[in-house]
């Protein structure tokens, strides 16, 4: 595995693995029973399972305990030990369905086996534009295997006539299994983690003495605790169109700048409004994923690189009392400047953190936290886009598709954009015991609507000028 690829493993604890999920719900089938859908997913798998190489593969970790994890083959593995069924209780709408979506979120995927699962989940009776009979498909799978847009191909894949893209890439070749091999590899892998200490060592003493900060470091809030097991899940949906018409108001935005302003805006409400946790904070910063697959031409799932192509850049949500568009305006000056650091093309996410060992970056996040400060951002915000077109599982269309990224020590909340045709969602992951998801999705929501009414009093301005 490749540095992030091993990171996104070891920082995995009990209560709190490292899973990406997307969520499809569909119409009900004309002709199959729900037991034949999730027969023919099974069949699917298995024909998937010979092309993709990360669905019959484990992770393993060195023999020293130390250095990068590797990839092994599993020879008896069967697609329907990674295939599920579930059903929503009663009355079956979306709250139901976001909450059943946690609790899957919640159960661990064994790390003896491919790290993926898929559930098939019905009782969707009560969700607008899901017609009664209508099910879901919930994917899982752990980020040490794939990136957010790896994930949602492999997704694209079951579905009817789908073909290969380019752009991305898959997990690496698996190690040898000769006992010699591993051990050499084993020994070289070590040696290179050994080097990796005096750095980690300086960076935590470097953070201890005050510097550091910059980049790499935020101020506390209350979203920044350790998490717990539990999760909440919601999912606020917007108009395209209404997207678009914001994004129009400050020249050179673009839609994922127009989600930042909404995550900073929401997150500036949320906070203030609560005593003693956004007094001492002038700007919130997020952790944003910026892909750098640009470029690549090989099959993006066909197992010889790493299963990570993004680099992480820090990009500031905007002054808490800034208005709508100003800090959307400030927020595209931010990301042109991130983005433009970016090596397309170069790699894993190298830059990320010091070194992947897990006890470097502990003693980093410790360093941090003696300061008042945490590692990273006070939250992450990603962008996964979907088809421009509807896609069908056996002629039986997915009406709505979204997806989140996973929340961990230190980012209890976490913001994935999916789009999927005409239709955006933003996808909230947090931990309950940190965040009242309710409250907060309520503020996502205001902080959208106040970005919208800014453009249309620009509008209307720029109507009575002329």
Request: proline letters at 6%; charged letters at 20%; aromatic letters at 6%.
């Amino acid at each position: 595995m490749s540095n992030l690829d091993t990171l996104m493993l070891y920082r995995d604890r009990r209560g709190a693995q490292r899973q990406i999920v997307y969520v499809g719900l569909y119409e009900p089938h004309p002709s199959k029973s729900i037991d034949e859908v999730v027969e023919l997913l099974v069949d699917r798998l298995t024909t998937l399972s010979g092309e993709i190489p990360i669905l019959t593969r484990r992770p393993v970790t060195p023999l020293s305990g130390v250095g990068h994890a590797y990839w092994q083959d599993v020879t008896d593995w069967s697609p329907v030990v990674g295939v599920g069924r579930g059903r929503v209780p009663a009355p079956g709408g979306w709250t139901e369905l976001c909450d059943y979506v946690a609790g899957l979120h919640t159960q661990e995927i064994p790390l003896t086996g491919p790290l993926w699962r898929l559930d098939v989940v019905t009782g969707l009776d009560n969700i607008d534009g899901i017609p009664p009979g209508g099910f879901a498909v919930v994917f899982r799978v752990h980020h040490a295997a794939v990136d957010g847009g790896f994930g949602l191909e492999i997704l694209k894949r079951l579905h009817d006539g789908a073909r290969p893209e380019r752009g991305l890439m898959g997990s690496p070749t698996p190690r040898s299994d000769s006992e010699h091999g591993r051990a050499r590899e084993d020994f070289r892998s070590l040696i290179r983690e050994l080097r990796t200490m005096g750095r980690g060592l300086a960076g935590a003493l470097k953070i201890l003495a005050g510097g550091g900060m910059s980049g790499t470091t935020v101020e506390c809030t209350a979203m920044n605790s350790s998490v717990t097991h539990e999760r909440a899940v919601r999912v606020c949906r917007f108009s395209y169109q209404d997207i678009r018409a914001v994004r129009r108001a400050v020249p050179g935005a673009t839609v994922n700048d127009v989600f930042l302003a909404v995550v900073g805006a929401g997150m500036d409400g949320y906070l203030s409004g609560r005593t003693n946790e956004h007094t001492d904070i002038r700007a919130l910063t997020t952790c944003m994923p910026v892909s750098i697959a640009q470029g690549c031409t090989a099959d993006p799932l066909d197992g010889m690189s790493s299963a990570n192509q993004f680099a992480i850049r820090f990009v500031s949500l905007g002054e808490p009392d800034s208005r709508p568009l100003d800090r959307l305006a400030s927020i595209r000056n931010w990301t042109v400047e991130a983005k433009s650091t970016v090596k397309f093309g170069s790699g894993d996410g190298h830059d990320l953190l010091p070194g992947p060992l897990e006890w470097n970056y502990r003693l980093n996040a410790w360093a941090a936290a003696r300061v008042g400060h945490v590692l990273g951002g006070h939250t992450v915000t990603t962008n996964v886009p979907g088809p421009r077109d509807k896609i069908s599982l056996d002629g039986c269309e997915c009406v709505r598709l979204f997806g989140f990224a996973p929340i961990y020590d230190g980012v209890g909340v976490v913001h994935t954009m999916s789009s999927y045709g005409d239709d955006v969602s933003l996808a909230i992951l947090a931990d309950p015991t940190i965040i009242d998801i309710e409250e907060y999705a309520v503020s996502i929501q205001q902080a959208f609507s106040d970005l919208a009414d800014a453009t249309a009093d620009v509008g209307a301005g720029q109507a009575g000028r002329q």
